[in-house]
């Protein structure tokens, strides 16, 4: 996005100067004027301009999947008022507070005054997923824009109580985790120091957890540079696998494998797909398309390769109930509704029931997931104090044994 420098006058008339980010000179006049200012002169800003503006450009914050949630539903209160699309886009721009999500809503006004369908343009800004292009592509042929938008709302909000759950259930065991390495971190330093230099002056035999957990120490502290990189090598080599396409298979494939949160994973997963399958039918799309757009919202390569074969298994001839029994991930109850959905008609409907169904589900294993892990944390933590206790009071209780039989 191109940075503007302009001079104008405000609503008392007053000449104003400063600096706006747009697409185009156009689009800067129109910022202007939603902001009350009227442009006199609008010209490129130069290069590697002042500190304030590149501040405020650093300092923007990116367009969110709130921004577009929000969006989706005053699209739909507005089309359904009957407002047209390109009154609904410019009323929309000049009452947002975001600057870059306002900058989003005039490209995408540019995009429909130049001629393009809405759905182009939404692929042209490059903030909007694959998902939700094909949605509004479908509203677009079918003339249920406004509802379109309205599901959209729907699934977006589902996604981030999802992610909020979630991370709900999983601040605790973090924060334990996180203080037990920082404990560990500051005994390695710090008091197991201080006990090695009070065993040395009695030049007694220690025990083998004594040593271990001295000479532990002592290799942190004399070589921390190589223990502070291998760990940088390692998180940067888990991110570099991760970000392959093999890598993130076997990653996915891992998660939905994990003891305690990986079965809660798989559920949440395949709610995803059975929201946005059944949104895709209802709204409809044909069931290969959907498919194809369905395996980029899951958010799992793995369950995405399984969605792939059973679009592969539909193409041939083979009905859903049958690829879905295939890909070996649903449960008995899911392929007995698929079943009824493909012998009634009604496949839309009871895969939206398959989601709420994975959501209770999904929503109850979250709220018990604290209490699940809870356990493991407490055992894990009573594991590490027992190693510490005994590799410091055992030779504690060595020396002070053989002082008393002296006496």
Known sequence: MAGFSYRG??????????????VSQTAAADLLLARGVTPLEITPARQGGGFALTWARLNQRKVNDE??????????????????????????????HVPTF????????????????LSIALNDTGVFSPFYIAMVKVGEMTGRLDLIFLRLFEHLEFEKEMRQKIS??????????IAMAVAIGVINLFVIPAFSKVFKQFNAELPVITRGLIAFSDFTINYWWLVLGLIAAAVFGVRHWVSTPEGRLRWDR??????IIGPTINKATLARFARAFALSLKSGLPVTQAFAVVAQVVD???????????RQGVERGESILR????????????????????????VDGLLME???MYEREVAYEVDNLSARIEPILIVSLAGLVLLLALGVFLPMWDLGGAMMNRK
């Open 9 to 22: 006058r405000d609503a008392r008339g007053g000449l104003v100067e400063g600096a706006v980010d747009a």
């Open 67 to 96: 921004d577009i949630m929000f969006f989706s539903r005053q699209m739909y209160t507005l089309l359904k008022a009957g407002v047209p699309i390109l009154q609904a886009l410019g009323g929309l721009r000049e009452s947002c």
């Open 102 to 117: 306002a900058a989003v809503l005039g490209r995408l006004r540019e995009g429909l005054d130049s001629g393009r369908e």
């Open 168 to 177: 709900a259930a999983i601040r605790y065991p973090t924060f334990v985790i």
């Open 254 to 259: 891992a998660q939905l494998r994990l003891p």
């Open 300 to 310: 799992n390569t793995w369950i995405a390769q399984k969605l792939d074969a059973m």
């Open 323 to 346: 690829t879905a029994s295939a890909s070996k991930v649903f449960t008995p109850i899911v392929l007995q509704m698929i079943q009824v959905g493909e012998e009634s008609g009604d």
């Open 354 to 356: 398959v989601g709420e």
